[in-house]
């Protein structure tokens, strides 16, 4: 069987958005409507013709609704095979009638636990005989059409007009596929929600992850990957997804990539003066603080400015016009900003492949959640990297104390590190990054790095000398030996954060001595790969 004519229709929906128009579509074909409490009474009020489920079934809703389409006349109407004798036969003897098409979308259990609904309330949003039909129209869809979601309506209503009045398999098919990805994604997030919230369990012994998918990417990280942007469906969530594209062409991959860099590092900054993120392929390489966003800006390109060709900028206010001028003055891929004025619109709108994405807000970089990578075979898992230090925190390990300018930095510093890839140093004066080195094998020759591209940007710029003279540096994992320190020395750092915990931790501290150098230990570490 291909063609199947509709005759008969349930409606039961939460959505009503949609609804009329396609029940007068349906009318119009002479499907007679079969619906339940609310969406009946919608569309009783549109002038429809509606028979209700209790009517069907010869049995009354009851218990609040909770029990109305669980039924053998709905599902042996859904289930039955339209081409087997037997089925046939029962369904004559039992008196049940064929249902072709069912119209169902879930009780709003995402949205009731997004708004903060008590937990009695969430449990009553649990739907259950909605998910029933839909699985009993999914799996015989060689005979029933099953529609989950208002955006179809329209392909319903195109085929019905085409054909006469008939749903095609190719269309049926689809549509089942569709269904059984709603309930598994609704499913998943009952289950994460008891999991995560009702019972605290950080990590389950089954992990459901649900997310709906947005656009096709171009390609992933090279043209020879394909890719895709899914996005959460947990529900309060906010990030680069969420989003508004204000101008510029569709994202790739690693704009992706690299813009959901830049907002978690500038979120770091969301309650302190303007600051500015310039990020390259997921690291920064240059951020600063300022009195005003151009002047953070120019601190931070002033970092790395070969590197910040072609980046990412991310910025913790809104956009003026000086600091869109100041970085139209160079190609960006991408800038992440919470809002922009006039001005700053304008100027950008004559930079047609820059892409301009505003956020509104900035996530919290302290919000609790899971982080998780897929290895050959599985999945790795962990909480997020939420960790943070507040000087209260900090232990001095060396004869000197910090100057208050030298703590401050150093905690700038530090903040950096964390979203720099390991291994990561640091360094960082009046606010602003002299030189970052990210990603290599060694601790010593991310050091070396990072100072060789703070005398490269001051060479540059016609400093007299490089930012790291009189410089705080950061190390995101302790100094194993005391190499990596003394080439901070030889760069001109004056203080340095690290985590501590190294067997030559008294090497370290004494080799920070004799270079008259304040060393600070966290307690904590933040690798990144």
């Known amino acids: 069987m291909s063609d199947v004519r509709v005759t008969r229709a349930l409606l039961s929906v939460s959505d009503k ?16 409507l079969v619906s339940t ?6 569309l009783r009020e549109a002038g429809l ?5 209790s009517d069907l079934t010869g049995f009354p809703e009851m218990m609040d609704g909770r029990v109305k389409t669980l039924h053998p006349k709905v599902h042996g109407g859904l289930l039955a095979v339209r081409d087997d004798a037997a089925h046939v036969a029962s369904m004559e003897e039992h008196g049940i009638g064929a249902i072709d098409l069912v119209v169902v979308n879930l009780y709003p ?19 259950i005989g909605g998910p029933s039909m839909v699985r009993s129209a999914a799996k015989n869809h060689a005979h029933v059409a099953i529609v989950t979601d208002p955006a179809d309506y329209d392909a319903i209503v195109a085929e019905l007009d085409e054909t006469g009045g008939a749903t095609t398999l190719p269309l049926r098919r689809r549509l089942a596929a569709k269904a059984y990805a709603a309930t598994a994604a609704y499913d998943a997030t009952i289950a994460g929600w008891f999991q995560t ?3 605290q369990q950080a990590f389950p012994a089954t992990l459901a992850i649900t997310a709906t998918k947005g656009p096709d990417l171009r390609y992933g990280e090279n043209p020879h990957q394909a890719a895709a942007y899914y996005t959460d469906t947990t529900g309060g969530v906010s990030g680069i997804g969420q989003a508004r594209q ?24 969301r309650d302190g003066p303007p600051a500015v993120v310039i990020v390259k392929h997921a690291n920064p390489c240059g951020v600063a603080t300022g009195d005003t966003l151009a002047e953070a800006y120019a601190a931070a390109f002033a970092c790395d400015t070969v590197s910040a060709f072609g980046g990412i900028i991310a910025v913790n206010r809104p956009l003026d016009r000086a600091t869109a001028e100041a970085v139209s003055g160079i190609f960006t891929e991408v800038v992440v900003a919470p809002d922009a004025d006039a001005d700053a619109l304008a100027i950008f709108a004559a ?7 505003l956020t509104g807000t900035l996530p919290d970089p302290a919000r609790p959640g899971l982080f998780a990578k897929s290895i050959a075979g599985g999945w790795l898992v962990q909480s997020r990297d939420d960790g943070r230090v507040a000087e209260a925190d900090l232990k001095v390990v060396t004869k000197r104390q910090p100057t208050a300018d030298e703590l401050a930095d150093c ?3 530090w903040t950096v590190a964390k979203h720099v890839k390991s291994n990561a140093i640091v360094y960082a004066r009046g606010g602003s990054t002299a030189g970052v080195g990210a990603g290599q094998m060694n601790r010593l020759e991310s050091a070396r790095i990072a100072a060789w591209k703070a005398k490269d940007a001051a060479d540059k710029a016609g400093w007299a000398q490089a930012r790291t003279i009189g410089s705080a540096v950061a190390s995101d994992a302790f100094f194993p030996f005391a190499d990596g320190l003394l080439a901070a020395v030889e760069a001109g750092a004056t203080a340095v954060i690290q985590p501590g915990g190294s067997i030559r931790d008294a090497e370290v501290i004494a080799a920070a001595d004799e270079a008259g150098l304040a060393m600070i230990f966290t307690g904590m570490r933040h690798f990144r790969h």
Request: aromatic share 6%; no cysteine; charged share 25%.
């Open 109 to 127: 259990f995402a949205q009731t636990v997004a708004k903060g609904a008590g937990r009695d309330e969430v449990i009553e949003n649990i739907d």
């Open 246 to 269: 204000v101008q510029g062409k569709a994202l790739s991959y690693n704009n992706y990539n690299d813009a959901d860099a830049a907002l978690e590092l500038i979120a770091e900054f």
């Open 37 to 42: 409490g609310g969406t009946a009474k919608a």
């Open 49 to 53: 013709e509606v028979r209700d489920i």
């Open 411 to 413: 905690l700038f510093a």
């Open 351 to 357: 930079k047609k492949n820059l892409r301009l994405l």
């Open 17 to 32: 958005a949609g609804l009329v128009a396609l029940g007068t579509a349906l009318a119009r074909h002479g499907v007679e």
């Open 197 to 199: 919230v009702d019972q």
